[in-house]
């Protein structure tokens, strides 16, 4: 069987319910509005007491301003009066005097207790402590003299070395430099056999029967010269090959002539030992530098310079 509800037999409820509710609510926004209205009437009153409270501590801003103010310009005037400067310095000879009372009265103090302890200390174990201080000491001082000795010989040592060092790079400055003298030219009635030291070589220009050399030179023929151009890896190599330099100076040996060379920056140690062959077969020699940015070396017929035998 199904369960039967009960209802009521009328919608008086309802009614009692609806009108109830209703009630209720409008009695909600009666309390709403009545504590809305007491919160607006309470904040002008705050506000008026915060702008009050705002204006008193203003006030007593620019006291304490003014204060603060009228005390700087006393101090700043106190500051500048001589007495007031007279008793700072006053002050401070003050302080300086004090600070030095106690330093004598720590001194006194501690050299007091010294000798109380010495007094009060038997005599044989104060001599004891002394002379273990004192061989401290005589220790310390042996080291120190050691030390000095040690530093002494190290800088004899030192200067040793230096001078050694010296006497080094005196040789070897020797050794990298030739001594020049001034050349003896003299008047010749030689003829002049040129050589040109170029390449570290040295090409000669005339053959040992005085003929032009094609062989080692290009020549090149112009209207009142002749214009010489060695070729790279020709010619005499005096350092290499000496004989063959030697031979050909030993051929020369009997004419009437001299020798003239022509040396480029790049051969100066050809030329030397050249010079030192033609010297040892009894030959003389003339000397003229050129540069290799000023080119080829031109002979002009019969004129132009000659360097005198020295």
């Not at 104060?126 to 010989?153: D, G, P």
């Not at 800088?155 to 040793?160: D, E, H, S, V």
């Not at 190599?237 to 002539?257: L, R």
Request: hydrophobic fraction near 35%.
């Amino acid at each position: 069987m199904n369960l039967r509800r009960k209802t009521p037999p009328d919608s008086l409820y309802l009614l009692l319910d609806t009108l109830c509710n209703a009630f209720g609510g409008i009695i909600l926004l009666a309390v709403l509005v009545v504590l809305l209205t007491s919160k607006e009437k309470s904040q002008p009153t705050a506000s008026s007491d915060s702008q009050e409270m705002l204006q008193r501590r203003l006030a007593l801003a620019q006291t304490n301003l003014q204060q603060s103010l009228q005390l700087a310009a006393s101090l700043k005037a106190k500051a500048g009066d001589e007495r007031w400067k007279q008793q700072l310095s006053l002050l401070s000879t003050r302080k300086d005097l004090q600070d030095v009372i106690q330093q004598t009265r720590d001194t006194v103090a501690r050299n007091s207790k010294e000798l109380d302890s010495a007094s009060a200390a038997d005599p044989a174990e104060r001599l004891k402590f002394l002379n273990a201080e004192l061989a401290t000491a005589q220790a310390h001082k042996l080291e120190v003299k050691n030390s000095l000795a040690a530093a002494e010989e190290n800088i004899k040592r030192l200067k040793q070395r230096l001078s050694d060092m010296e006497r080094q790079v005196v040789a070897k400055l020797n050794d990298l430099q030739r001594p020049l003298r001034l050349p003896k030219e003299h008047e010749t009635g030689k003829r002049v056999v040129w050589l040109i030291a170029r390449y570290g070589h040295i090409y000669p220009c005339r053959n040992t029967d005085l003929t032009r050399n094609e062989t080692d030179i290009n020549w090149t023929t112009q209207l009142d010269n002749e214009i010489a151009e060695p070729i790279p890896g020709r010619g005499i190599d005096p350092i290499q090959n000496p004989g063959a330099m030697s031979n050909y100076f030993g051929f020369q040996a009997g004419e009437d002539v001299y020798f003239a060379f022509n040396v480029f920056e790049d051969s100066f140690p050809a030329f030397i030992q050249a010079k030192q062959i033609a010297l040892r077969n009894g030959l003389s020699y003339g000397l003229d530098f050129q540069r290799i940015a000023d080119g080829p070396l031109s002979f002009t017929h019969g004129r132009g310079y000659k360097p005198k035998p020295q």
